[in-house]
């Protein structure tokens, strides 16, 4: 079946500018979770949904960055007024039921972001 | 805080060498623990995982066992193919709270024909 899917695969702005990231879970999963990987790291947690409500926001860096799912299917991840240590893959993975420590995340290609 | 540490890389072997990637954790609890894996151009893949002590995950002929008195769960295969060449990622969701994995840097390894 089909599995999480993130759009734009890549993309390139310009400081300053919004950006919206977007992940579609695996079909029927209820958690969705967001992560940020810089280059030779591992990702980092940023937040996460069971359904349509953020559980968690305790990754966000900042007040720029928010999520939302709000009919809890696709999630929106959005950045506003990018600054150039932005730049970084985000991550989306979802899990078939309520998150919990046994759960198997299933993870996105990823969206590599650039800002100039 | 919870935390995962791997040996550093980029690890070089030759095909049908046996592989060893180290990685001890920190967390509060029980945590589960898993290997994802990450190929080139595509995304990451869970490999294996375990969640309790003493368990032993497996798949593809790698494996990792889970041992609480040593904080370990080291990934190990018998004889690595060129195909195996990827970043491996050790990680962990912790028994508390927290629902999110906390990676290690990952491993980067390479495997010679």
């Known amino acids: 079946g089909a599995g999480v899917s993130q759009s734009p695969r890549y993309k390139v702005t310009k400081r300053g500018q919004d950006v919206a990231l977007r992940c579609d879970p695996i079909?029927?999963?209820?958690?969705l979770y967001w992560y940020r990987q810089a280059l030779g790291q591992g990702p980092e947690f940023l937040t996460y949904?069971?359904?349509?409500?953020?559980?968690?926001k305790s990754g966000l860096p900042n007040d720029r960055f928010s999520a939302e799912r709000p009919e809890g299917s696709i999630s929106t991840l959005t950045i506003q007024r990018t600054e150039q240590r932005d730049s970084a893959m985000y991550r989306c993975?979802?899990?078939?039921?309520?998150?919990?420590?046994?759960?198997?995340?299933?993870f996105g290609p990823g969206t590599r972001l650039l800002v100039l | 805080g919870d935390s995962v540490t791997q040996m550093e890389g980029p690890v070089t072997l030759s095909e049908e060498a046996f592989l060893t990637i180290n990685c001890t954790y920190t967390?509060?609890?029980?945590?589960?623990l898993f290997w994802y894996v990450q190929y080139p151009g595509e995304g990451l893949q869970l490999l294996l995982k375990?969640?309790?002590?003493?368990d032993k995950g497996s798949n593809k002929g790698f494996e990792a066992t889970y041992r609480k008195e040593t904080t370990s769960f080291h990934l190990e295969k018998g004889s690595v193919q060129v195909s195996d060449s990827a970043v491996y990622f050790c990680?962990?969701?912790?028994?508390?709270?927290?629902?999110?994995?906390?990676f290690g840097s990952g491993t980067q390894l390479t495997v010679l024909p």
């Open positions: 949904f069971n359904y349509e409500a953020q559980q968690d």
């Open positions: 079909s029927g999963h209820v958690s």
């Open positions: 375990a969640t309790k002590a003493d």
């Open positions: 990680a962990l969701i912790s028994s508390g709270s927290a629902r999110q994995l906390t």
């Open positions: 993975a979802s899990s078939v039921r309520t998150s919990g420590r046994t759960e198997t995340q299933y």
């Open positions: 967390a509060t609890g029980y945590p589960s």
